[in-house]
């Protein structure tokens, strides 16, 4: 169709309906990897019959359909071209690569200094354009006005102007030493130090002055700079110095020092930041005394004072949260404006007979969260709702509430787990709290006090034998089943449903968002409700799960004991083997979980190895251990857990792999090496581990040799056994991005926005929902660079989004 376009000379009558009917009516069957997506939905809100006849000519060769397909280049930048394009237009028009997108090389810097730049590491994509330069941020500045003498230096970050009074270099072929360096002032002597960077060794000549600017620690009992940033003492530095002026230091990479890049920014900055397009309209700047985009991002690289870098921050942090707040809640409109769901609640008496048939009261927290999801199932708006709550909090139990209100209703339901163990727990947990039989075989069925008819619950994995799969599918579609339990296998093609009318994911965050729309397409407009067991910060979670609405179970079910949790030091480490040593006499179960080990998930499982490989021939040669990494497959992870459940071995030692949610009753020691290298919500995700059965259970955290900060945050593991309380802690010390499994939504990845700045998070939503709610679209010339920006990242997520 789009040759026949092209053929006719972009008159956009090649289609019946014009090409954007075609678009519309395609999208859906494309694949959510594919490009073509991509340059579709990038298309500006208007469409293809927006598009002048020689933006449509770019647009066709960008989707790869014309006869004269071009390179790729221009998919990762479809055109999104429109017919008034103003100066600082990010737009590429049809053989121009001017303006914003000029190519670095055209900058007046060498050639070797263009090839390091490129390889300059960021989660944003490589540097290519003056526009990624512009928009490359410092990390920090240097502050020349407080420029300390040496015999002043106090432990903070510093900076300094001093002589390199020695070097001492590794020699070749020991490069792993690090550099060591004294530096003097004629007031004092410092020690300096510099790891990974052998090439530090050739810039420091002794008798040489240079600006060190850095981190200030102790070090065996002296203090030290570690990584310091350097500058030769050059006129240019020295009248830096004079003025007093605060100046960026960069995300580098090897071999490109800080004043080669600072200068490449600065031109970029010279020549290109005023073509760079306002992103807010004024009177959303203005409503929240912001300034100008341009200015921001001048000063956020060259404040004059800290107030300006302050309003610099604070501009730029909020277009952040508003770009990702359109996209979640754009996303969640999409969602909602489709056909209505099925009303599930033909018989609440079902629901309500469920809770009173178990042998325990709800708790206030799951009887609010319940309550929440049973009015958003008995309404025609498709619920998208987060359940979140600590291990052993009992969502499962709500969650089964909810598939018992979708069958009573005449619908089917499936719960889907990101593991075959998982997917076989629920199975299990929920067949049990029907009250169906543990027969063996893929489906059950329970004759239950609440409901006329029998239940029929069954299990779908990936792992069963074909004729059992063959057999779940065929009474899936023909609505011989009731309820569907299993893994990733529930959204394979084969599977469809007769009536889907709820759909639940566990451990959301093991799923990305497109697992989430493909469950969702089993069924007509089914409600959503996704569970996780990682209590986040609430602005993280507006973030990272911003188009749900948010249910949390704040409360544990009554008479839980808590989890005794130690530090323990290292000479009390003998101790500690001999405690797991009786409790596994007892007949108890332990877990030792290994240092997590950044570099590398291939050196972590190696190290786990020889820990195992220890514990059992010297510490524990008479019980049982096992192993667990990464570097394992999914079928031999599930093995080595399923004998473990199983009683088949005393300990498991394990890397950070160890699945949350697997509940291991018989299990009471978690003791976890290194404990001073994991954030606070991954050691309470640890400790969650144990504690499933009725024994008191035990965690115990070692670590060599941990600094008094560290001691700190373990003390904080030790009082607090809240997880959301330990996660707003986490959040406080370490920021973002540490959270299990929110990286990879990119949701979470912030340049210069903290997720601590609760405040201006709740303005940017609210913005976005005002915007919205006024405009769904974004049309019109104010909102042009705002809407292509939202597209983008929408894109880059492969989020579809309803503008188009
Ligand atoms: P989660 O899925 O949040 O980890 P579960 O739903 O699996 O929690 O519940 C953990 C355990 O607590 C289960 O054995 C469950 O039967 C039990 N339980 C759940 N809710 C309550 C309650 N209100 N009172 C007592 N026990 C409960
Ligand atoms: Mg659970």
Redesign the pocket.
Known sequence: MLQQEERRGYDNKSVLGGVDRLLKNVIDRIPLSSPIRGSILALPARGYASLTPSERAEWIRSVGAGSTTRARTSTRRPARTSPTKPAGSLRIAPGESGGLATPIERLSIRGTTAEKIKKIRRNVGPISTVYDLVTHYPFRHIDYGHLAKIATLQPGDRTTLARVHTVDAPFRGNRGRPVRAVLTDGFGRIDAVWFNQSWVANQLKPGKEFVFSGKVGYFNGRLQFENPEYEPATEETLEDIERGRLIPVYPSTAGLPQRTLRRAVGLALTGYVDLVPELLPEWIRSGLNLEAQQEAISHYHYPHDADDYTRAEKRLSFDEFLVKQLVVLARRRLWQSGPSAPRLVADPAAATGFVAS??????NA?RRALDQILADISAPVPMSRLLQ????????????AALVAALSSGHQAVLMAPTEILAEQHFR?VSS?LGAADDEGPIREAKSSFLERPIRIAHLTGGQKASEKKAVRAAVANAEVDIVVGTHALIEESVEFERLGLAIIDEQHRFGVVQRDLLKKKGQSPHLLV?T?TPIPRTLSLTVYGDLDNSV?DEL???RRPIETRYVSPHDRPRAYNFVREQVQQGRQAFVICPLVEESEAIEAKAAVQEHRRLSSEVFPDLRLSLLHGRMKPAEKDHVMRSFRAGENDILVSTSVIEV?I?IPNATVMMIEGADRFGLSQLHQFRGRVG?GADQSYCLLLADDPSDEARERLDLVVRIQDGFKLAEEDLRIRGEGEYYGVRQSGLADFRVARLTDEDLLAEARRIAVKLLDENPNLDGEEFRELRHQVSEFAVSRNILLAFH
């Open positions: 178990l042998p325990f009261q709800l708790t799951q709550g600590d291990v052993g909090s009992g969502k499962t139990v709500v969650a089964t947990t709290l569970m067991a179970i079910p009554p008479g949610g509940d499933r």
